[in-house]
């Protein structure tokens, strides 16, 4: 019996995430001076340190959307929510700098029409 054979009919296939993988470029590896200077430009508090060491493509990343909000909007959300179902996931001080970068970002950059509340 197959796997296919076991799945329910208009059931997705799992999906083999690895064989989308590139190869790492110098980005993936090293943050960029566009990374950098994000980094430089975030208040001491919310600048997350340790998320740029482990994970600088994602840094360098951020520094491409940065100005764009409905796009950043979009990347914390995949960062912040397991949608594969597979991943390991990042570790609570990274999780953590996510989250505090992520509320700064809706702070600092909120273009979003103001509403009776805000008053």
């Known amino acids: 019996m197959t796997i296919a054979s076991t ?19 110098k980005d ?3 943050l960029s001076a566009a990374g950098q200077a994000l980094l430089a430009s975030i208040e001491e508090s919310a600048r997350p ?3 740029a060491t ?11 959307l940065w100005k ?5 909007d979009r990347y914390f959300g995949e960062l912040l929510t397991d949608t594969r ?21 809706k702070i600092k950059m909120r273009t979003d029409k103001r509403d009776i509340w805000d008053s």
């Open 68 to 72: 764009m909000p409905r796009e950043m």
């Open 28 to 30: 993936d590896l090293e």
């Open 85 to 105: 179902g597979k991943r390991k996931g990042f570790s609570l001080n990274i999780l953590m700098e996510l989250s505090t970068l992520n509320d700064y970002y």
């Open 54 to 64: 482990a994970f600088p493509r994602i840094v360098n990343h951020m520094a491409k």
């Open 7 to 25: 799945m329910k009919p208009g059931a997705a296939m799992p999906v083999d995430y690895s064989k989308r993988r590139h190869q790492p470029e």
């Open 49 to 51: 340190k340790e998320l």
